[in-house]
């Protein structure tokens, strides 16, 4: 057996304290795909499209697509591949060491794979797997509260916003019930990436993403993406009247 050791690591802002330690077998790709899309479809709805990874990527990420319906008028993005196996968590989050990601772009997004090839159009679906693979690329572990910025300092995802960090929230877009997902002893909790400002991501480093956290709330910010939407931290104009 090969011995525990520690190390500090940064993801974005967050620090998070992790031990190397022997990993379990890796989940099968198409097993892990099967019990997401299940859960899916009994949580959120009919599955429209599955976006395969390339075969040779490192950490094959695939993307499970419901398209928008009256219920929920607009696209719900989740990930199938992070969950195959362990993150590094600390100690005392032992039990929280998996997870995937879900995103909501509106209808009008751009879907097909033309539009795709395009920046300003592929960011959010290329950003979800990007956060889905470094967990296991950095050996590393994160969770709700933690972002992840677009270098440093941060900058925009893309032309058509002024986003640029992710901040992982749970999905207020879907009921708790698809929040965890038990299967055979194991945990998959599901986390919503939210897009930030530079000002919102200035915020968190300098007064914590729980403050942050209740600003979003307070402003009713949800995980479906609003590229134009302005910052919490910005007070609004009647403030000055």
Not at 122 to 136: E, T
Not at 204 to 229: E, F
Request: net charge neutral; charged share 20%.
């Amino acid at each position: 057996m090969n011995e525990a050791t520690t190390q500090e690591v940064s993801v974005g802002s967050d620090p998070a304290l992790v031990i190397s330690h022997t990993r379990p077998p890796i989940a099968a790709p198409e097993a892990t795909l099967s019990l997401v899309s299940r859960h899916v479809q009994q949580h959120i709805g009919h599955i429209s499209n599955i976006l395969n990874d390339a075969p040779d990527s490192p950490i094959p990420i695939d993307l499970i697509v419901v398209n928008p319906v009256r219920e929920r008028p607009f696209y719900t993005i989740i990930t199938s591949g992070m969950s195959r196996q362990p993150m590094s968590a600390p100690p005392q989050a032992a039990d929280h060491r998996f997870a995937e990601l879900i995103m909501c772009l509106p209808s009008t997004w751009r879907m097909t794979p033309e539009e795709q090839r395009r920046e300003e159009h592929a960011w959010p679906l290329h950003w979800l797997r990007r956060i889905a693979s470094l967990p296991h690329e950095q050996d590393t572990w994160i969770w709700e509260g933690h972002t992840i910025p677009n270098g440093d300092p941060p900058i925009p995802f893309a032309g058509n916003t002024r986003m640029s960090s992710m901040m992982l929230i749970r999905p207020q877009t879907t009921s708790k019930e698809f929040w965890t997902l038990h299967h055979e002893g194991k945990t998959i909790h599901f986390f919503a990436l939210l897009p930030l400002s530079g000002s919102e991501y200035a915020f968190q480093k300098k007064k914590g993403p729980d403050a942050l956290m209740k600003l979003i709330l307070a402003r009713k910010v949800t995980a479906l993406l609003d590229v134009s939407r302005k910052s919490v931290t910005e007070k609004p104009w009647w403030r000055f009247v």
